[in-house]
């Protein structure tokens, strides 16, 4: 892409998401900038070649893609300092701020300003992103571009716009949901006997190839525990006594929980 891409607020997500736009060859870290108040945590991304500043509206003139990437408390002010800066003829706006809507984006920053939602999660940054994507005004045609930016480093998945903090919850917070069940297997495997680098080693690696036989095989995931439930065997009784001391339940009282959370972080009087 030739386009000019600026990241307003480069944190964890931000940062991800440059990063996986270089790997993937998508961008040239020259064509990303990178904003945030303190631009000294940035030194490692300017040494590679990203632009730093700490001056959102001289990133916004610069570029042609504008991504916001601050918390949603942060975003009110954010979006008052640039609002002059946007050209609604010459700018996209990409947010990928939890429980934000596009309409809030666009009363600060106008009415004609495309917007796109974008909820994706840190693995953004290997190419391995769960990424959603909802907009109520945006082009075809920039939806069809957005979609292949993102796709450039994960899945995309386009979404009705009510749907996003759904997608927040099981997609962007879902990354931590599985790496604390990989934390504690391995630390299941360490009451069992191993080292607790094994341990965690075999722990990700069994999770990866749980993963995959699900995305290769397209089965759901209790036709492949079928073929592991040995009859009286050890497996179903280690699952059995999951699920009673409630392993499904709190993943889903969890995940409901996370996706209520993500609809309330924003207020626009923040
Ligand atoms: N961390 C994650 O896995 C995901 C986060 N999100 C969303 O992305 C947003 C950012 O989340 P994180 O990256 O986790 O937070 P973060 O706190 O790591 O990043 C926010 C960054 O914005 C910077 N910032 C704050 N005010 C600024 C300003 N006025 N100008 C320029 N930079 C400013 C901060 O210095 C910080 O580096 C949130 O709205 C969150 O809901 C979405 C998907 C996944
Ligand atoms: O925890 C949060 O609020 C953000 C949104 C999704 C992932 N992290």
Same mark, same amino acid.
Request: negative net charge; charged residues 20%; hydrophobic residues 45%.
């Given at each position: 892409?030739?386009?000019?891409?600026?990241?307003?607020?480069?944190?964890?997500?931000?940062?991800?998401?440059?990063?996986?736009?270089?790997?993937?060859?998508?961008?040239? @870290?020259?064509?990303?900038?990178?904003?945030?108040?303190?631009?000294?945590?940035?030194?490692?991304?300017?040494?590679?070649?990203?632009?730093?500043?700490?001056?959102?509206?001289?990133? =916004?003139?610069?570029?042609?893609?504008?991504?916001?990437? &601050?918390? %949603?408390?942060?975003?009110?002010? &954010?979006?008052?300092?640039?609002?002059?800066?946007?050209?609604?003829?010459?700018?996209?706006?990409?947010?990928?701020?939890?429980? =934000?809507?596009?309409?809030?984006?666009?009363?600060?920053?106008?009415?004609?300003?495309?917007?796109?939602?974008?909820? %994706?999660?840190?693995?953004?940054?290997?190419?391995?992103?769960?990424?959603?994507?909802?907009?109520?005004?945006?082009?075809?045609?920039?939806?069809?571009?957005?979609?292949?930016?993102?796709?450039?480093?994960?899945? &995309?998945?386009?979404?009705?716009?009510?749907?996003?903090?759904?997608?927040? @919850?099981?997609?962007?917070?879902?990354? @931590?949901?599985?790496?604390?069940?990989?934390?504690?297997?391995?630390?299941?495997?360490?009451?069992?006997?191993?080292?607790?680098?094994? @341990?965690?080693?075999?722990?990700?690696?069994?999770?990866?190839?749980?993963?995959?036989?699900?995305?290769?095989?397209?089965?759901? %995931?209790?036709?492949?525990?079928?073929? &592991?439930?040995?009859?009286?065997?050890?497996?179903?009784?280690?699952?059995?006594?999951?699920?009673?001391?409630?392993?499904?339940?709190?993943?889903?009282?969890?995940?409901?929980?996370?996706?209520?959370?993500?609809?309330?972080?924003?207020?626009?009087?923040?």
């Amino acid at each position: 892409m030739n386009k000019k891409i600026a990241i307003i607020g480069s944190g964890n997500i931000g940062l991800s998401l440059a990063k996986g736009l270089v790997k993937a060859d998508f961008a040239q @870290a020259g064509d990303i900038i990178l904003t945030r108040r303190n631009i000294n945590h940035l030194k490692s991304f300017a040494e590679a070649g990203f632009v730093v500043s700490n001056n959102n509206n001289q990133a =916004v003139s610069n570029a042609d893609v504008i991504i916001l990437a &601050v918390l %949603p408390q942060q975003l009110n002010a &954010v979006l008052d300092e640039i609002s002059s800066s946007i050209d609604s003829k010459k700018h996209l706006v990409i947010s990928v701020i939890s429980g =934000v809507s596009c309409v809030a984006v666009r009363e600060k920053l106008g009415d004609d300003v495309e917007v796109i939602r974008v909820m %994706p999660n840190t693995a953004i940054a290997i190419g391995q992103s769960m990424t959603c994507l909802a907009s109520d005004n945006a082009s075809d045609e920039n939806i069809i571009s957005v979609t292949k930016m993102f796709e450039t480093v994960g899945s &995309v998945v386009k979404i009705n716009e009510d749907l996003m903090t759904s997608a927040t @919850a099981l997609c962007a917070c879902g990354i @931590a949901f599985f790496l604390r069940a990989i934390r504690a297997a391995s630390q299941g495997g360490v009451e069992i006997g191993f080292h607790a680098d094994e @341990a965690l080693k075999m722990a990700v690696q069994t999770a990866k190839g749980a993963a995959d036989l699900l995305l290769l095989h397209g089965t759901h %995931p209790e036709s492949e525990i079928d073929k &592991v439930t040995s009859p009286k065997g050890c497996t179903i009784a280690g699952l059995n006594e999951m699920e009673h001391n409630g392993f499904s339940s709190s993943l889903i009282k969890g995940i409901k929980l996370s996706a209520l959370k993500a609809g309330n972080l924003y207020t626009k009087e923040s």
